[in-house]
């Protein structure tokens, strides 16, 4: 069974630019989470989907952030404008249906550097 | 609003040790704990999952409690390994959302 993709794994650009992060959940999964991880720090949810629809993005900074999953697959995140404290770990998870584990299933998620 | 601590950012142990990692959570009781693993550069691994209403689950060297009256779970790593060096995170949840602790690096001295 082939993982959660993501990609770039890297990306440097100045701030105020723009950038875009691609996640491919687990073929069959529903459940799609976009979370921020600052160095030193645990995984903050920004946005979850349950198909093409969002569950809970009361974390996501609306002005500048935005995510979508057309046909409940993938999953695209943008940021525009970056700003410096964008500067983060970007993973991506999916989870399929409840089980007695409710585990996710993280990609190797996506290093942005904001100079 | 739910807030979940790992009150330890490093723990150094030496092997063969059991290693105890300890995460508190505030102002409600989630329905469930999650422990997951991560590596430098890697996203988290899932490793154990207990319910409100279990007292301890075990994994091979793994061990996990969870106590409801101090709030609190504990996970056990026995005999450890240089390998089983890692961050460690634990995360609170019921059926939609699960919040993550801030990890605790432990390091697995030979």
């Known amino acids: 069974e082939a993982g959660v993709a993501q990609s770039p794994r890297y990306k440097i650009i100045e701030k105020r630019q723009s950038v875009a992060f691609w996640c491919n959940p687990i073929s069959g999964h529903a459940t799609l989470y976009w979370y921020q991880q600052i160095l030193g720090q645990g995984p903050k949810l920004l946005i979850q989907f349950q198909n093409n629809g969002v569950v809970d993005d009361s974390q996501l900074p609306k002005d500048r952030f935005s995510a979508e999953r057309l046909k409940g697959v993938d999953s695209t995140l943008k940021i525009q404008p970056a700003k410096l404290e964008d500067s983060a770990v970007y993973l991506c998870?999916?989870?399929?249906?409840?089980?007695?584990?409710?585990?996710?299933?993280f990609g190797p998620g996506t290093r942005l550097t904001v100079l | 609003s739910q807030k979940i601590e790992q009150n330890s950012e490093a723990l150094n142990i030496q092997e063969g040790k059991t290693a105890t990692l300890t995460c508190n959570y505030t102002n409600y009781s989630p329905a469930y704990l999650q422990w997951y693993r991560q590596d430098p550069g890697r996203g988290p691994v899932f490793l154990l999952l207990?319910?409100?209403?279990?007292k301890e689950k075990r994994k091979e060297r793994l061990k996990v409690t969870f106590d409801t009256t101090l709030k609190q779970s504990l996970f056990h790593i026995t005999a450890s390994q240089p390998a089983d060096s890692a961050t460690y995170l634990c995360a609170q949840g019921g059926y939609q959302k699960v919040t993550f602790g801030t990890g605790t690096k432990l390091q697995v001295i030979p």
């Open positions: 998870a999916s989870r399929g249906l409840p089980n007695r584990y409710n585990e996710q299933f």
């Open positions: 207990i319910r409100e209403n279990e």
